[in-house]
């Protein structure tokens, strides 16, 4: 782990979305000894699948956390409605605001400020406003993004990669979405270690990288 990173911030629009983004990166965050924190602004219960009960997915997301190694005390779920996150932009801010100050992250994960889906770019939007004075690296998910810098790549192992999967088998209202399957998944990990000459590998954007100084 970066000597600088003891605590990361993931902030997800959705449930699945941090999982998705950047998940192999977080079971490494936790392995060596990071404090994770996971934030989903919305628990999508307008998205569920015909028969599927409210809170679907904020259950299945602090299932699919624990995989990841997260303390369930550190994962917060709140329950603005899917594709209208950019009606309520104000209180999404004030949100990360307080997350800031009560996590006082190192390093903060979000959607890279690309993505085309409403929900995600708000979220990118006011992250970066709340977040200014602190490193951020935006995640892909490469079915919203028509445009990513790859700029940033961090390695993970295959049990790390593995994890990532099993996390998201944790959603089984979402079984059947293309990006969910497994092979997937290790695909693109695969693609991305490529590109840096190591087997796997997470990337990311960098949107803001701030070296700390030695005495905090």
Same mark, same amino acid.
């Given at each position: 782990?970066?000597?600088?990173?003891?605590?990361?911030?993931?902030?997800?629009?959705?449930?699945?979305?941090?999982?998705?983004?950047?998940?192999?990166?977080?079971?490494?965050?936790?392995?060596?000894?990071?404090?994770?924190?996971?934030?989903?602004?919305?628990?999508?219960?307008?998205?569920?699948?015909?028969?599927?009960?409210?809170?679907?997915?904020?259950?299945?997301?602090?299932?699919?956390?624990?995989?990841?190694?997260?303390?369930?005390?550190?994962?917060?779920?709140?329950?603005?409605?899917?594709?209208?996150?950019?009606?309520?932009?104000?209180?999404?801010?004030?949100?990360?605001?307080?997350?800031?100050?009560?996590?006082?992250?190192?390093?903060?994960?979000?959607?890279?400020?690309?993505?085309?889906?409403?929900?995600?770019?708000?979220?990118?939007?006011?992250?970066?406003? @709340?977040?200014?004075?602190?490193?951020?690296?935006?995640?892909?998910?490469?079915?919203?993004?028509?445009?990513?810098? @790859?700029?940033?790549?961090?390695?993970?192992?295959?049990?790390?990669?593995?994890?990532?999967?099993?996390?998201?088998?944790?959603?089984?209202?979402?079984?059947?979405?293309?990006?969910?399957?497994?092979?997937?998944?290790?695909?693109?990990?695969?693609?991305?270690?490529?590109?840096?000459?190591?087997?796997?590998?997470?990337?990311?954007?960098?949107?803001?990288?701030?070296?700390?100084?030695?005495?905090?």
């Amino acid at each position: 782990m970066h000597e600088g990173i003891r605590r990361v911030l993931v902030v997800a629009p959705h449930t699945d979305d941090g999982e998705l983004g950047c998940g192999a990166s977080i079971a490494r965050f936790v392995e060596e000894g990071a404090d994770v924190f996971y934030a989903a602004f919305s628990t999508a219960d307008q998205s569920l699948p015909e028969g599927r009960p409210p809170g679907t997915l904020a259950q299945e997301l602090r299932a699919a956390t624990a995989v990841l190694g997260i303390p369930q005390e550190n994962v917060l779920v709140y329950d603005y409605e899917v594709r209208k996150l950019n009606y309520v932009r104000q209180e999404i801010l004030e949100r990360l605001v307080r997350l800031r100050e009560d996590i006082q992250p190192d390093l903060v994960l979000m959607p890279c400020p690309h993505d085309v889906h409403q929900d995600h770019s708000t979220v990118a939007a006011e992250g970066l406003r @709340a977040f200014k004075k602190v490193s951020i690296l935006g995640y892909e998910l490469p079915w919203n993004t028509i445009e990513f810098n @790859a700029q940033a790549f961090v390695h993970v192992t295959p049990a790390q990669v593995e994890t990532k999967v099993s996390a998201l088998m944790a959603y089984g209202s979402q079984a059947g979405r293309d990006y969910m399957e497994a092979d997937f998944i290790r695909g693109w990990a695969r693609m991305r270690g490529v590109q840096i000459g190591t087997q796997l590998a997470e990337a990311f954007e960098v949107i803001r990288w701030v070296i700390s100084s030695s005495a905090r």
